[in-house]
């Protein structure tokens, strides 16, 4: 695997990816939208994509997490780091859980906070955020009822 030697210094092999001669905003596209789903697509098919994948799940912070490589957005390389098990083509396409308060109220239950649910549901923030206040709500009810 290719070590990085300077903050500007790009692993050799990144002269090969099909990302660098494309316009750099396409792989920060809005999740979600046909511009992310085009960007994943020329990522999948790269003939550098396996370096791609090691090298940010390597070197990326989690709180830098931002944009398309190894051909996963940012909250699917999330997903990836809480199930190290996975390869990371087995991310691809994962079913977002269905955006219901009871779904986030039960990550919640688990454990989760904001962050943990936006990862862990590849929702976006602001779904995520709409859910949360009915979602405590639920949680206060059913702790009152086995009360």
């Known amino acids: 695997m290719a070590e990085i030697t300077g903050a500007l210094t790009p692993p050799p092999w990144t002269e090969d990816a099909r990302c660098a001669r494309s316009d750099p905003d396409a792989w920060h596209a809005d999740i979600g939208t046909a511009e992310e789903a085009f960007a994943k697509a020329v990522c999948r098919n790269c003939p550098v994509l396996d370096e791609c994948a090691r ?40 079913p977002q859980l269905p955006a219901t308060v009871e779904t986030v109220a039960d990550l919640i239950e688990r454990g989760m906070g904001f962050a943990d649910v936006v990862a862990e549901t590849m929702l ?23 009360a």
Do not use: N
């Not at 944009?67 to 809480?82: K, N, Q, T, V």
């Open 55 to 94: 090298w940010v799940m390597a070197t990326e912070k989690p709180r830098d997490r931002w944009g398309i490589f190894g051909g996963m957005s940012a909250p699917e390389r999330s997903y990836l780091d809480r199930h190290p098990e996975l390869d990371y083509r087995e991310v691809w396409g994962r």
């Open 124 to 146: 976006c923030r602001a779904t995520v955020s709409k859910l949360m206040v009915p979602a405590r709500s639920l949680l206060d009810r059913r702790a009152r009822a086995a």
